[in-house]
């Protein structure tokens, strides 16, 4: 009997992945996007108050300035300062920057994106919603608020109402790849696979950019191709995931159980070795590979 491996959360292209899968059993339901970015975040923030401790770091507006092209206004210090008590860590101060970055330029919607992003990080979700609203009425045409509503209510768990706003942000521009993928992810999360096929095609066509961007779509189209039984599509969007990212474990994992299924026992194997000798602490990694040595 074959037993399906279990798999964990990706560890890597945190910040501008889109998609995070649970468990196998009956596949299991997505991580959300503001969850991975806001433990990611911190995560980061511990790192970097530690190398700061370590190197004497100041964070105050002189040592800024000193780093900063010559002329630059007191918002971009704000801006960077409020970036640098964040990653250490100071959330009220890094907040107050925000604002009075938000109330030295009340007509810059990109202002709010920046301060509603903050409030997403540290899951103010009402305050988040409060501040992208705000920039889509000063800015209505731009899909990246109505993008970021969305990542709000993704964040939230409510996939329907994030996909409305992904809806609104596509309407705007129909070639937008990052709402594509976010609107595929909320579709994984609802368990509707053939729609996320669809939106992962159509983000693809878009002509993804950025690697990461690219790693995501492959890898969330093959979960779906492997949720739906398609075993050959599946490895071939691991295998395209794998090219980006030659060490992501869940691709891995995920594409040994796709070779196990269509019969590759001996590409099976191979994958399951590479997902214990990456981490040997995963059990169900293991059980896989012992069971089909076995045979």
């Known amino acids: 009997m074959i037993t399906v491996p279990r798999i964990r959360r990706l560890d890597i292209a945190l910040l501008l992945g889109l998609l995070g899968l649970a468990l196998w059993s009956q596949p299991g339901r997505s991580e959300s996007f503001s969850e991975k970015l806001t433990r990611q975040l911190n995560a980061n923030a511990q790192r970097e108050a530690l190398n700061s401790l370590a190197r004497g770091f100041a964070v105050d ?24 008590y964040e990653k250490v860590a100071d959330f009220e101060r890094a907040e107050a920057d925000f604002s009075e970055l ?20 540290r899951h103010r979700f009402a305050d988040a919603l409060a501040d992208f609203a705000t920039g889509a009425r000063i800015e209505p045409r731009k899909p990246v608020y109505p993008y970021a509503i969305g990542r709000v209510h993704a964040a939230m768990g ?48 878009a002509a993804l950019r950025d ?40 691709a891995i994992v995920w594409r040994g159980y796709a070779n196990e299924r ?34």
């Open 211 to 250: 690697r990461n961007d690219r790693f995501f779509a492959f890898l969330g189209r093959g979960y779906a191709a492997l949720v739906t039984e398609e075993w050959d599509a599946a490895v071939a969007d691991f295998d395209r995931a794998l090219a980006i990212d030659e060490k992501a474990f869940s």
């Open 61 to 84: 507006e002189a040592a800024i300035k000193a780093t900063l092209p010559d002329g630059a206004d007191r918002r971009m210090v704000l801006r960077t300062r409020a970036s640098l």
């Open 158 to 205: 409510a996939h329907e109402r994030a996909i409305e706003s992904y809806n609104d942000a596509i309407r705007l521009d129909w070639q937008d790849g990052r709402s594509l993928l976010a609107r595929a992810e909320a579709k994984i999360n609802l368990e509707r696979y053939d729609e996320a096929k669809a939106d992962y095609n159509r983000a693809l066509r």
């Open 102 to 121: 938000v109330a030295l330029s009340r007509n810059d919607p990109a202002m709010y994106l920046d301060r509603g992003y903050f409030y997403l990080r």
């Open 262 to 295: 269509r019969g590759r026992v001996d590409l099976a194997i191979d994958d399951y070795e590479r997902a214990v000798s990456y981490d040997p602490s995963d059990a169900n990694s293991r059980t896989s590979l012992q069971r089909l040595r076995s045979k």
